[in-house]
């Protein structure tokens, strides 16, 4: 993983990110202070479910990570960070992706956002934080 990482992002110095939490809440949650990555380029790697430890990694370019803070309204305070990522250009993307279903447009007329869980890993070069 680390050296796919570092051979897809062209650099020694990588950082690893991921959400801390994403266990579910009965309450209202809502997003307070974000924090976008510089990074131009991102390794996203997923778990893959299997019986063994296994994830499937794939470099990602057109797209942007935050750090989201998620926040209890009504305490006023943190719940947990999570990484939210953005794909800006889904022109390549087949017509039939499950998430244009969800968010009712087809390629290239939006863009498509989602949340990493506490087993998915972002890794960006060092600088880019």
């Known amino acids: 993983m680390v050296g796919f990482a570092k051979a897809a992002l062209g650099g020694t110095t990588l950082l690893a990110l991921t959400s801390k939490n994403t266990r579910g809440s009965d309450s209202e949650m809502v997003i307070g202070k974000m924090k976008q990555y510089r990074a ?60 244009f279903e969800i968010l009712k447009f087809g390629p290239g007329e939006g863009e498509a956002c989602h949340w990493f869980t506490q087993l998915d890993l972002a890794w960006i070069g060092n600088e880019s934080e």
């Not at 390794?43 to 370019?61: I, K, R, T």
């Not at 990570?65 to 953005?86: F, G, N, S, W």
């Open 40 to 99: 131009t380029k991102i390794v996203a790697c997923h778990e893959a479910f299997l019986p063994f430890a296994a994830y499937f990694c794939h470099s990602l370019s057109s797209t942007r990570l935050y750090a989201v803070e998620v926040v209890d309204p009504k305490a006023e305070q943190r719940l947990t960070h999570m990484l939210a990522i953005c794909h800006m250009d889904t022109s390549a993307w087949p017509k039939n992706h499950v998430a």
